[in-house]
């Protein structure tokens, strides 16, 4: 999912952009109602076009499909789905259980999730997540590479009746099942396309809570929806999704008693994290990784070659040690490799992949940035958004590591952009020129997507267009395997592609961080780093 990243001045300095929130008693309007910090999403809140942190917390509360990431374990466990059967791990049928319903009462069938995926993968819906649809027979006709669609609906998708339905995939994909508690499968209900605009602007789903009002800049409010039909009902009264453009705000509000919950501790507040909230903050790991992507579209950086030799070099002169001890306080981790460790071994993780590559090493480093030329111009100046995640921090700490190293204090610069959505737009648009910061939250707890929403040609999150046959190749033969361990085996020969190319230097693990008031318990976080909102209870 695209990028985590989350969200000075003085106590409720947001009250003006918040005019429907209370500055004191951090309750909200109601007694069971929990207020977060937030930042606006990128897009819209609409399943298929939700691939960043912001936006996903709201589907994870708005929706339910066919399976969903167990909050502790990460594990894809049925939800709708009554059970996914295959014999070849190509050609699936999906039967659903019954009773469930959208909150508008629509009852949800399998026509609920052909739709709702038939619209993801067409074309001209422009979905930020129709990538997520190529395994479908039929995503050829519907969604091609060039030209014009010869096809509407994905060939692979029939409707059985309303509680089964039949997926054909254009190859073998056993761990496919596995994927499909991503947004981007949640079912939609017919109001979506009979009034879209209206349901854009307040939408419906099948999920513990319903969307009470939106005021985008300001915030979202989430209300529990009584006559959940799922498992896991929500035990408060609603989430008030607060929107901060600083974290340190938050947790200023946080600390002041206006705010409940923040699930983003800044960096500068992390020396005094512990003594402010004692056992109310959370450090656990999570499946987050961050990175300096490279605009491989840009002369200057893309191409092998040289080129590569100069990206290995700036991942050599980049202390990773040094800056998750000083600036992060062990809430991140040297990375070694382009997944996470919360993948464990059978998820794909493998400690080293990168090789000396990710090694600090300045001497080396130097070497090999003066071999392939020195630095384009002479300097490198490293984008990132400024108004959330204290980045600045760590990005001069990065700067002033390949300054020592290089021997000049003019080397390295920080180039921020306004805001999270600026950036976004930015990136999308190919307008980078040097390397950016890029973050990874896991959408499943597969190395497969670590590796092929990134780094795969045409991908929909491969920010820098980074393109090689090799790899795509080593994916699509991974993905065809029917075994685990050759699957994982494959994925990580694709890794060692990565290595040697550096399309992106991996940077550090990240911890999931929060921190609540004393006024609500049964706070967690799960794998992904986003609070458990549902789980969440107003003492």
């Known amino acids: 999912m695209r990028g985590a990243t989350r969200a000075k001045w003085a106590v409720c300095a947001v009250a003006v952009a918040l005019a ?21 999403p990128q897009n819209p809140l609409e399943p298929a076009n939700t691939n960043e942190v912001q936006g996903g917390k709201v589907m994870e509360m708005l929706f339910r499909g066919l399976k ?29 259980k019954g009773g469930w319903t959208f909150s508008n009462g629509e009852p949800v069938t399998a026509k609920s999730f052909v739709d709702a995926w038939n619209y993801g993968a067409a074309l001209g819906n422009k979905q930020k997540n129709s990538s997520f649809f190529q395994y479908i027979d039929g995503y050829d006709k519907v969604h091609p590479d060039s030209g ?82 799922g498992p896991d009902p929500a035990q408060n009264g609603g989430i008030d999704l607060r929107v901060y453009t600083d974290n340190n705000t938050a947790y200023t509000d946080l600390q002041a008693g206006n705010l409940d919950l923040v699930d983003d501790v800044p960096a500068a507040q992390l020396k005094n994290v512990k003594r ?20 491989m579209y840009d002369k200057d950086w893309g191409g092998s070659g040289e080129k590569a030799k100069l990206r290995q070099g700036i991942s050599m002169a980049i202390n990773r040690e040094q800056i998750t001890d000083e600036i992060f306080r062990k809430t991140r981790t040297p990375a070694t490799d382009w997944t996470s460790p919360v993948l464990g071994a ?41 108004d959330t995640g204290s980045h600045k921090d760590w990005i001069d700490a990065i700067c002033n590591s390949i300054n020592n190293t290089l021997g000049s ?52 999150s491969n ?33 060692k ?27 967690s976080l799960n794998p992904f780093s986003a609070p458990v909102y549902n789980e969440i209870k107003v003492k």
């Open 497 to 523: 592609i990565l290595a040697q190319q550096m399309p992106a230097i991996p940077l550090w693990y990240q911890n999931g961080s929060g921190g609540y008031s004393d006024r609500i318990t049964d706070v």
């Open 276 to 295: 402010d909230l004692g056992n109310r903050y959370i450090n656990q790991p999570a499946g987050i990784i961050q990175t300096l992507t490279f605009p």
């Open 463 to 495: 920010d820098g267009k980074f393109s090689n046959a090799g790899f795509d190749k080593l994916v699509n033969e991974a993905n065809a395997q029917t075994d685990v361990a050759k699957a994982v085996g494959k994925f990580q020969d694709a890794e």
């Open 68 to 96: 969903r990431y167990n909050p502790k374990t990460g594990a894809a466990e049925n939800v709708v789905a009554d059970r996914i059967e295959t014999t070849d791990s190509q050609n699936f049928t999906v039967k659903l």
């Open 20 to 40: 429907a929130t209370a500055c004191g008693g951090g309750g909200g309007e109601s007694s069971g109602v929990v207020s977060s910090s937030w930042g606006d």
């Open 148 to 229: 014009t669609p010869t096809a509407k609906t994905l060939s692979g998708l029939v409707v059985k009746d309303d509680r089964t339905f039949t997926v054909k995939l254009n190859q073998k994909f056993s761990s496919w099942p596995d994927t499909l508690g991503y947004s981007a499968f949640m079912p939609l209900p017919q109001a979506f396309y009979k009034d879209h605009d209206a349901w854009l602007k307040k939408p419906v789903g099948n999920g513990p809570y319903t969307v009470d009002s939106y005021t985008k800049g300001s915030a979202l409010k989430m209300r529990k929806w009584n006559k959940y039909p």
């Open 409 to 460: 204090d003019r080397a390295c610069v920080g180039a921020p952009v306004g805001t999270f959505a600026d950036f976004r737009n930015k990136i999308q648009a190919k307008q980078m020129t040097g390397p950016f910061r890029a973050g990874w939250q896991m959408d499943y707890p597969l190395i497969q997507n670590f590796l092929q929403p990134l780094y795969y040609t045409g991908a929909s």
């Open 346 to 386: 059978q998820g794909g993780y493998k400690a080293g992949l990168c090789g000396d590559a990710c090694a600090f090493n300045p001497t080396k480093a130097k070497q090999l940035i003066q071999e392939a030329g020195g630095l384009p111009g002479g300097k490198m100046a490293l984008g990132y958004n400024a």
